[in-house]
């Protein structure tokens, strides 16, 4: 039987631990990993020679560049997972926002602020909801996500917020609700794990937690789960959630989920992922 082979996308100076296991696993299985490292120097004539040995493209990393190189080698018709469709809703909070809405899927009130900062102060103010979560559409790990208790705090957030990035991004207002973040992990349509994330302060999405735990999954948010990806067409994700008075409502999709958030599952899921990948390779 003829060898079959992933590329992996990653971003690191060197193999991280991951990588390792990934390696391991695939090895295990069989399985051919080719590595491209898009923290090396990048010659798009040696990438699409390595990626036409591949019979499919797997990204596992956050970043503009790495998203480049899945456009790139889609363009040449190599088949990958998830395909660079799918960032147009995850990579885009408003997008994200706009897609639940239209799906019926329940998600903190949102508003797309002006970019002018009088116009985004009236908008604020008719929005009304205090404390407000300010975030740019774009950004990582919690990075360009600030709240504010009032408006007079909310102008200087948003100032903030755009002089961090080098291009004015727009901002989004969001309710803020009280709660610990809710991460499940989806390959294909199946959760495969759950982590329940606690901080004291009110962030508590990855970086920012302090505790994890686990938590069940009930009927409510298995229905949810299928709708989003279905409605955002992904197949490897983690989807985070918060909770009010017993009513899910979604926050973001992960395109590149994190799998360490328990060291002793980490394999497993890794594991899973590549019987996934081997699945989508054949269909």
């Known amino acids: 039987m003829e060898q079959l082979c992933i590329g992996y996308i990653f971003m690191s100076p060197t193999l991280t631990e991951e990588e390792k296991i990934f390696l391991k696993v695939a090895k295990k299985k069989n399985i051919k990993l080719i590595m491209f490292n898009v923290a090396d120097k990048l010659i798009e004539k040696e990438i699409e ?11 596992n990393t956050a970043g503009y560049i ?11 018709g190599i088949k990958t997972v998830d395909s660079s469709k799918v960032y147009y809703y995850t990579e885009d909070k408003w997008m994200f926002f706009l897609k639940c809405k239209e799906h019926g899927i329940p998600t903190p009130d949102t508003i797309l602020l002006s970019g002018n900062l009088n116009s985004a102060k009236k908008e604020l103010e008719e929005f009304g909801r205090w404390p ?3 975030k740019l559409v774009q950004g990582e790990h919690g990075e360009f996500v600030k709240k504010a208790d009032a408006i007079d705090e909310a102008m200087p957030i948003i100032r903030e917020l755009w002089e961090k990035r080098c291009e004015r991004l727009p901002v989004i207002g969001q309710e803020f609700i009280r709660s610990p973040s809710y991460r499940v992990t989806v390959i294909g349509d199946k959760i495969v794990q759950t982590a329940l ?3 004291d302060g009110w962030k508590s999405t990855g970086v920012y937690a302090e505790k994890i735990g686990k ?6 948010l298995e229905k949810l789960v299928k709708k989003i990806i279905k409605a955002c067409k992904i197949k490897i994700c983690g989807i985070d959630f918060l909770k009010r008075d017993n009513k899910w409502f979604v926050i973001e999709v992960n395109a590149e989920p994190s799998f360490e958030f328990f060291e002793d599952e980490r394999e497993m899921i890794i ?10 390779i054949k269909s």
């Open 271 to 280: 594991e899973k992922v590549i019987d996934f990948i081997k699945k989508e």
């Open 66 to 76: 790495a998203l480049e190189i899945l456009k790139t080698l889609e363009n040449i």
């Open 215 to 220: 938590f069940e999954v009930d009927r409510e």
């Open 49 to 59: 020679k390595k990626a036409r040995q591949c019979d499919i493209i797997f990204n």
């Open 197 to 199: 994330k606690y901080n």
């Open 132 to 134: 407000v979560i300010l």
